[in-house]
């Protein structure tokens, strides 16, 4: 057959050669659907997914609060949204111009990865109409869901996707207040109010 007349990706996709030091894999288990959920362990009855965390992941490692390291907010969204999509398929029947829309999101308890790895659950309950009640939990030591910690609760849909809004951002920064901050300002201020982000967790450049 002939060959494509324009380059190959250039991305190595085989092990590290000798003397990287690039950092590991912070996903290093095999099968997993998702960074945030690695299994479906679903019965006839539940539709469910689980994760394990060992703590030493970046979102844990480097979101520190008051020196303990706390599973982020943001990590138990798209821990839903990544269940919901597995298993629907992208949206109802598979159809890909749905999106998910995500309602009442309440973080009851925070996960905090201390000497043992930590296991999370994913509970999927649609209803008639159509909506899903969605937990995260974890069990009892002895693997009992009976007293389990729900750790986030809410409810999720399905919706057919209209048109992303456009926003000037240039005319938003220009009608903006004359007050700006730096990267280092804003975390010296975490700091201070005992939120320790390490590198991945630092995505402020400038407000």
């Known amino acids: 057959i002939s060959l494509p007349g324009y380059p190959f990706l250039k991305e190595y996709m085989g092990p590290p050669a000798a003397g990287n030091k690039e950092e590991p894999s912070v996903f290093p ?12 362990i679903s019965t006839f009855s539940e539709q469910q997914f689980s994760s394990t965390f ?8 480097d979101h520190m609060v008051q020196g303990q390291r706390v ?3 943001a990590a ?4 839903i949204h990544a269940a ?8 109802p029947q598979g159809d890909p111009s749905y999106g998910i829309r995500l309602r009442n999101v309440a973080w009851i308890r925070p996960v905090i990865a201390e000497d043992a790895s930590v296991q999370l659950n994913i509970r999927l ?28 609760q809410g409810t999720a849909g399905f919706v057919e996707e209209g048109k992303t809004p456009v926003v000037d951002l240039g005319s938003l920064q220009r009608s903006a207040g004359k007050g700006s901050f730096s990267s280092a300002d804003c975390y010296d201020a975490f700091e201070r109010m005992g939120i320790s982000y390490g590198p991945a967790h630092r995505a402020i450049a400038h407000l």
């Open 76 to 79: 138990y969204l798209e821990m």
């Open 71 to 73: 599973l982020p907010g």
């Open 84 to 91: 919901l999509e597995l298993a629907a398929g992208n949206g």
């Open 125 to 152: 309950l649609p209803d008639e109409s159509g909506e899903v009640s969605v937990e995260i939990y974890s069990d009892l030591a002895d693997g009992s869901s009976e007293m389990a910690t729900i750790h986030c």
């Open 29 to 40: 288990g095999q099968g997993h659907l998702h960074p945030l959920v690695n299994q479906n």
């Open 54 to 61: 060992g703590g030493e992941e970046f979102f844990l490692r």
